[in-house]
């Protein structure tokens, strides 16, 4: 009988560290929905960047050509998808598309009773096996973001050319 009750109160004590484990889990799993939320803006705000750089490059050169119309006629008005390294941010793109946060994923985890059997054992299965889906969605995140700021970081490598190449067309403009 002592031994019983050594081990019911062994198997609680893990129930009780696992269900603080899946809860810290969980508050992890929201922080970086959050954290892929600020990413998917910092990536919209880099995306104009590129698109007004474009779009001054377009002008300067509008300025200095010595027949204005007739470069306006030959040379298109940047469109925002033709601005970057088209098919290796697109491959970027799709692979963060690809990677997209599946909200079912994410209520599957929290309330999972599977088994209406009330043992203590099959608490802990039923745990563990909510904490492994927790951390497999946890993963997809991080990789979804992982490709995020690839991309970002491709652009930004982008607009940092033609910023440069800009300045320095405005610099010979001056002269």
């Given at each position: 009988?002592?031994?019983?009750?050594?081990?019911?109160?062994?198997?609680?004590?893990?129930?009780?560290?696992?269900n603080?484990?899946?809860?810290?889990?969980?508050?992890?799993?929201?922080?970086?929905?959050?954290?892929?939320n600020?990413i998917?803006?910092?990536?919209?705000?880099?995306?104009?960047?590129?698109?007004?750089?474009?779009?001054?490059?377009?002008?300067?050169n509008?300025?200095?050509?010595?027949?204005?119309?007739?470069?306006?006629?030959?040379?298109?008005?940047?469109?925002?998808?033709?601005?970057?390294?088209?098919?290796?941010?697109?491959?970027?793109?799709?692979?963060?598309?690809?990677?997209?946060?599946?909200?079912?994923?994410?209520?599957?985890?929290?309330?999972?009773?599977?088994?209406?059997d009330?043992?203590?054992?099959?608490?802990?299965?039923?745990?563990?096996?909510?904490?492994?889906?927790?951390?497999n969605?946890?993963?997809?995140?991080?990789?979804?973001?992982?490709?995020?700021?690839?991309?970002?970081?491709?652009?930004?490598?982008?607009?940092?050319?033609?910023?440069?190449?800009?300045?320095?067309?405005?610099?010979?403009?001056?002269?």
């Open positions: 009988m002592n031994e019983s009750k050594e081990y019911n109160k062994i198997l609680d004590e893990i129930i009780k560290e696992l603080i484990v899946k809860s810290k889990s969980i508050d992890t799993s929201v922080s970086l929905y959050e954290q892929t600020k998917n803006t910092v990536t919209s705000n880099i995306e104009d960047v590129a698109y007004q750089t474009e779009v001054s490059k377009w002008q300067l509008y300025i200095d050509s010595t027949f204005a119309k007739l470069y306006k006629k030959i040379n298109n008005y940047p469109i925002r998808e033709n601005t970057t390294n088209f098919l290796k941010l697109f491959s970027l793109k799709g692979k963060i598309l690809g990677m997209g946060f599946n909200k079912n994923n994410q209520s599957d985890f929290i309330e999972k009773d599977t088994k209406i009330n043992s203590k054992l099959d608490k802990i299965e039923n745990i563990l096996n909510d904490i492994k889906s927790i951390t969605v946890n993963n997809e995140e991080l990789t979804k973001q992982n490709y995020m700021l690839e991309y970002n970081n491709e652009l930004v490598e982008s607009s940092q050319d033609k910023i440069s190449k800009n300045t320095r067309k405005i610099k010979k403009l001056l002269n």
